[in-house]
């Protein structure tokens, strides 16, 4: 899907507080940007054939070999590189509503989508949904499938536990996907990892483009890595603003904040449309939301938003006040 993702922010002008995206913004980028400044110079030459160098720290700091870690060009290139790798198996299972990209990517490569499928897409943390499955009831739904591909670029956004890379090694019919777009609040950077056994991996990078990593890219990665600090400076206390804002939109006649582990979630509004909501906050207050309505299983009421800083989500608050006052007084 080239269109129909949540941040279509290019779409709009005059956006000043942005909830469509599930990434952190609450973060001090400038000390990536100076430091890559400083080192422009790896644009001169072709960057390394399959980022070995940061499938080195990565794999370090996971606790595993770099045999079992592949760096890709973002969680969505994994994706499609996946589907391609084993396109033998025919045929797929997807958990929905969920990320689209799974079921594009097998469309893609021609999958047949049943409920008894020899592969299977999840993604824990769920987009849209901020729901969490537990470690051991993934473990058990692996049992059903020949391979089971777990999608945690949220991992950093939730305290709920998960899958980690030790565990998945060891297990011939698992690979986990990873973003450190997500985790680091670099989503220009593109870059993510799959962590999975050496024969998964070796798989993988049969059908591996060379040079998929920009050099760039390359360098913020292994800067990134070496610093040991994710986006979010303290994730519990932006979880509990999270649920303020569930709170303070449950408070409006007509909207739902749904149930979430993690920053963003889904809400359903009764007197109108997403996409109608959508458009007055983005004309009227400046404030962008994702419509929701085309993630599979949801429907035209259905909007997906993301917690920002206290002062932006009462504003988003007062805004959805304002959209639904005039729908009852229309």
Known sequence: MINGHGDDLYKYS?????????????????????????????????????????????????????????????????????????????????????????EDACRVFGYQECDDATLCWLCNPNNPTGSVMEPAQVLDLAKRYHLLIVDQSYEDYTLEPLLQPADVVRRDNIILLHSMTKRYAVPGLRLGYVTATAPIIKQLREQYRPWAINALSLEAGKWLVARKKTAIPNLLEYLAESQR??????????????????????????????AELKEFLAHEHGILIRDASNFTGLTPHHFRIAAQSPGENEALVDAVKRFTSLWKNS
């Open 14 to 102: 005059g956006i000043k507080m942005n909830f469509s995206s599930n990434i952190y913004t609450g973060i001090d980028l400038s000390p990536l940007y100076t430091h890559l400044s400083t080192c422009m110079q790896v644009v001169s030459s072709y960057p390394e054939p399959s980022g070995a160098s940061l499938e080195a720290m990565i794999a370090h700091e996971c606790g595993i070999d770099p045999s079992e870690v592949l760096v890709t060009s973002g969680a969505v290139d994994a994706i499609y590189l996946i589907a391609q790798s084993f396109r033998s198996l025919g045929t797929c299972k997807v958990m929905t509503p969920t990320f689209s990209e799974y």
């Open 245 to 274: 804002l569930r709170s303070m939109l449950n408070a409006i006649e007509g909207i739902e904040a749904h149930e979430t582990m993690t920053n963003f979630f889904l809400c359903t509004i009764a007197q109108a449309t997403a």
